[in-house]
DNA sequence: AAGCTCCATGGTAACGTTCCCATGGATCGA
DNA sequence: TCGATCCATGGGAACGTTACCATGGAGCTT
């Protein structure tokens, strides 16, 4: 609130200050090698007096670097995402670039708009969930850029990075299995979705290499909502039901429902049912009990996008598709059923 | 994938195809008024052909306004900022601005590396939840800027945008006596925080103005966290307890550790302990029974601070400092004793 | 001592815009 | 019909940086 000059300084102000020509100055800060101690150290007062801070839009301009990169997800309040960005960010702020951060609300729309907005500021190159169909504007992009996501599945000859859901499928009925739940029921997703074909094929795979046979598990399916989950549960536990009683539900606000629903016709989780949720989502970590998930990994995909971005905008495309492992995390809404241990409840909190 | 001319269009190569000249373009790019139909048919057409896209390094460079903003928010992953983010990405947006997002992690050394940051992208403005106390720094900015968030509390004489704690507070002790609650116990955090003053004395006032002796409340300290809540829960159910038993809790992760301890005590929420929580953050809709909470307008501070700062870059700034309202969320944590209602308990999902 | 190399430095063009000024044709009033 | 005004357009400078080329002095070799 005090001093007024308000001017920043440029090269040419700490130039003379320091008395020599700006080329000395430039190359002062570039870190070149023939350079006289003393006009190095001149320079370097003069910089630090000053208070000169390189023009990043001056330097773009020049070099056609501008030092940016875009990043253009559903929302930014959706947690898995929030972790995407997260990432990126820091990962981004290693190579002293920053992110230009868009919410696309799964909104063509606006998608179009932000990367529009992309190239404008010239953007060196984007990591995009995309969720427009029709991508033949794909080359239009005029950017490098990296997908992330399910929604890159679409796009099967594009460099992208996405959460390794088969993996993860196996994870959990391997969990599942060594629990005593060798069969649980599924909760799904709309049919419309490309994510349910997945985890479903991912299942049957599974079945197969278990011995089991997929036709025995019981399907239940929902929108992916917290009071989809419930309505479906309820469904379930209407029904008759084979096998233990466990689901394997293929999103966390679901379980999350689904627990309500439990609790609604007065069981309890694990002990009645056992419930296996999917994402990762915070919430899981405060319901009661704790729900027992496969975590995505959200910041690492993040990271591993901008580490691609920047290969393939330094002309070392790495190619092909990016799968990154889920994990397990344990908190309680398992129970453990198996022979070896008959009473134990799957610890956690 | 297919095209290779990779080389951006400029406005030369627009006005080489158009046949005229670059001051042309320019003009009809702005919208001036002095074109004759056939010389803007003409460009508009070449703009179209090429594809030309305006660099906004070189209108920035020229203008000496980049069109960015800069964010500066503790963590992009904490569901609170990430609403704060949302809405400032939205109302950036509508001014065809963009936003830099930083994580600063509550660490000031990572927050004067993002400072800096913005300053080299010549960002136009930036919007900083402050987490170092000396900011002798203040107008070595070199930008201008505006405070968000509660530690804002610390630049008295800075521009700034949170939330109003007085009237969330109200809010809250009004709700509660309503349900004939009037002298709920207090959930604070530790002493060391300026928001814990700021609720405690907004509790006072309210007191005093509804006749009510402010020292008859039983006052619990904790740390902000799931666990913290439930531990001080548990300290306070085995005190003595006067009056109605419900809490106020200065935060919701604290809130839902509390709902925690109750149900370990064997008591159950709403009907033996109710529970109101402050922030609004998601968590809460899905914990059994849903928690009520004071909801904070994170969003709403987005976009005001958006708005500050873009007046403040227009050269007429608003100035003192901005407390948005708060709003209630009921979900049914709370029950309803009151004499006109003595079944009662409040509804919510 | 002449010619060579090497190194520290300075000058200048170029990146893509926008803004100001100049120009020249058309239109108007007297 | 001539000068004044207006309007559409073109030319060029400037924003701050970096890369390339030029220059001249010091040190080396033969």
């Not at 379980?255 to 009645?272: F, Q, S, W």
Request: hydrophobic share 45%.
């Amino acid at each position: 609130m005090k001093n007024g000059p308000r001017q920043r300084a440029t090269i040419i102000d700490v130039a003379e200050r320091a008395g020599v020509s700006k080329s000395t100055v430039a190359r002062v800060l570039a870190g070149s090698s023939n350079i006289s101690d003393e006009a190095r150290d001149r320079v370097l007062r003069a910089v630090s007096a000053t208070g000169y801070e390189r023009n990043h839009l001056a330097v773009g301009m020049r070099s056609g670097r501008s030092g940016l990169l875009g990043l253009v997800i559903p929302d930014i309040t959706n947690p898995f995402w929030a972790e995407v960005a997260r990432g990126a960010q820091d990962r981004a702020a290693k190579d002293d670039i920053s992110l230009l951060v868009f919410s696309s609300d799964w909104d063509a729309g606006k998608e179009a708009t932000h990367l529009r907005a992309l190239r404008r500021a010239r953007v060196d190159g984007a990591i995009i969930n995309p969720v427009a169909d029709n991508f033949d504007d794909l080359d239009r992009f005029g950017l490098p850029f990296v997908f992330i996501g399910s929604s890159a599945e679409r796009f099967p000859d594009t460099l992208s990075v996405g959460s390794d859901i088969a993996q993860a499928v196996r994870l959990g009925m391997d969990i599942l299995l060594q629990r005593g739940h060798p069969a649980p029921a599924l909760m799904l997703g709309p049919r419309s979705r490309l994510a349910r074909a997945r985890f479903l094929r991912a299942v049957h795979e599974h079945c197969v290499a278990r011995d089991v046979d997929p036709e025995i598990l019981l399907v239940e399916e929902s929108d992916y909502t917290v009071e989809g989950g419930r309505r479906a549960m309820g469904r379930l536990l209407a029904g008759t039901w084979r096998g233990s009683r466990a689901v394997f539900v293929a999103n966390d606000l679901m379980a999350l429902g689904a627990m309500i629903a439990v609790r609604e016709a007065g069981l309890r989780c694990p002990e009645d049912i056992s419930i296996l949720g999917f994402d990762g989502i915070p919430a899981g970590a405060f319901s009661w009990p704790g729900l027992t998930t496969i975590e995505k990994p959200g910041r690492q995909i993040g990271v591993r996008a901008v580490e691609c971005l920047l290969a393939q905008i330094a002309g070392r495309p790495e190619h092909g598709r990016i799968f990154l492992p889920c994990r397990l995390v344990e908190r309680g809404s398992l129970a453990d059923v198996s022979a070896s241990a008959p009473i134990r409840v799957a610890a956690g909190r």
